[in-house]
């Protein structure tokens, strides 16, 4: 390393240690993906290819004529239709330390969701909110469209 680059070095190292979203344990990962999806971290848009690891406060969107899957580290599945948005607030799962959370936030599409040990576990630490409404988990699979600006 040139004496030049190790300024860059140390700006690159300390911008990836210290952003949420490299720096915390990945929440899931996008399982499935048909067209075209992305994610938003802090200001960063980036699109997401299956297998992509996604992260707490993670905004997913998919395109028109596109779905994706993700599996949650606690096998909570989550799958969202064409022009579909969903902000991943809070999520948490180290039932050792009897810290387990969910927390997302449908903006507007469809979605189809499936609890997994979160829900099993603490179901009152389970939350799905809409713009208009707040959905209490207790184990179960539902369908839910959300209706949004285009």
């Known amino acids: 390393m040139t004496l030049r680059s190790r300024p860059a070095a140390a700006l690159l190292a300390s911008i990836l240690l210290t952003s949420p979203a490299w720096a915390a344990d990945p929440i899931g990962l996008v399982k499935t993906l048909s067209g075209d999806a992305t994610v938003t971290r802090g200001e960063q848009v980036v699109p997401l290819t299956a297998g992509a690891d996604l992260f707490r406060d993670d905004m997913v969107a998919t395109d028109a004529d596109s779905s994706l899957g993700i599996t949650f580290r606690d096998d ?7 022009k579909s948005r969903v902000a991943l607030n809070d ?5 050792a330390h ?13 979605f189809s969701m499936t609890s997994g040990q979160t829900a ?9 909110t809409t713009p208009t409404m707040t959905i209490g988990i207790r184990g ?6 959300v209706a949004g600006d285009e």
């Not at 999520?91 to 039932?95: N, T």
């Not at 009897?98 to 599409?109: A, E, F, P, R, S």
């Open 140 to 145: 179960t699979s539902f369908l839910i469209e």
């Open 91 to 95: 999520f948490a799962f180290d039932p």
């Open 98 to 110: 009897d810290d387990v959370k969910l927390g997302v936030h449908m903006q507007k599409g469809t």
């Open 120 to 128: 099993k576990l603490a179901p009152d630490k389970v939350s799905v």
């Open 76 to 82: 909570t599945t989550l799958s969202m239709g064409p």
